[in-house]
């Protein structure tokens, strides 16, 4: 069964940083392109980022290029994504997802939250 | 980027009764559609791709149809578990694009 579990949510100022992890396990996460996707409050649910199997091909959405990171350890089944320059709008359930286009499974979410 | 509208934001169904979403696309994602259903305080779960294929484990009440730029997401005989937010995303074209959901509640 396949399983993902995020953590690295948390309160923190604008301008700040964050790491979110995501461990995969009951698939070939090595074989799997991976992707973050956000909720955020209010709104609907939105893509971030997506990297290839190797790590050789990335695509982020325009509101966070230059400010997020994801990256991956095959050799650790682990997803990152680093998060600078946090803004307010940033608030949200991060989710790392299965699946280049569309997303097979699902992790329950980490709450990032950016406030003064 | 392609804009995903969804419609109507609350579609209010009765048990038993069909609920029929729409979700429509700014350009051409010819069949590149999929749907997600989501429960509050739960991850969304992929229901269809390729604007008609059901996902595993899907039940056949749910169907979706359309292309290019006209999807309909069809669940038929309403669960009481079937009410939730649904989503249509397109992934024919970066950036990938979500519509802004639409609530199924209880009439």
């Known amino acids: 069964e396949v399983e993902l579990v995020e953590s690295g949510g948390g309160l923190v100022q604008p301008g700040g940083s964050l790491r979110l992890s995501c461990a995969a396990s009951?698939?070939?996460?090595?074989?799997?392109?991976m992707t973050w996707v956000r909720h955020a409050p209010g709104k609907g649910l939105e893509w971030v980022a997506n990297i290839k199997q190797d790590g050789s091909d990335i695509h982020y959405v325009d509101s966070v290029r230059g400010r997020f990171t994801i990256s991956r350890d095959n050799a650790k089944n682990s997803v990152f994504l680093q998060m600078n320059s946090l803004r307010a709008e940033d608030t949200a359930v991060y989710y790392c997802a299965t699946s280049p286009f569309y997303f097979e499974s699902w992790g329950q979410g980490a709450l990032v939250t950016v406030s003064s | 980027e392609i804009v995903m509208t969804q419609s109507p934001t609350t579609l209010s169904v009765s048990p038993g009764e069909r609920a029929t979403l729409s979700c429509r696309a700014s350009?051409?994602?010819?069949?590149?559609l999929a749907w997600y259903q989501q429960k509050p305080g739960q991850a969304p779960r992929l229901l269809i791709h390729?604007?008609?294929t059901r996902a595993t484990g899907i039940p056949a009440r749910f169907s979706g149809s359309g292309y290019d730029t006209e999807f309909t997401l069809t669940i038929h005989s309403l669960q009481s578990e079937d009410f939730a937010i649904y989503h249509c995303?397109?992934?024919?074209?970066?950036?990938?694009?979500f519509g802004g959901g639409t609530k199924v509640a209880i009439k």
């Open positions: 009951g698939f070939s996460f090595s074989s799997s392109w």
């Open positions: 350009e051409t994602v010819t069949s590149n």
């Open positions: 390729g604007a008609s």
């Open positions: 995303q397109q992934y024919h074209d970066w950036p990938l694009t």
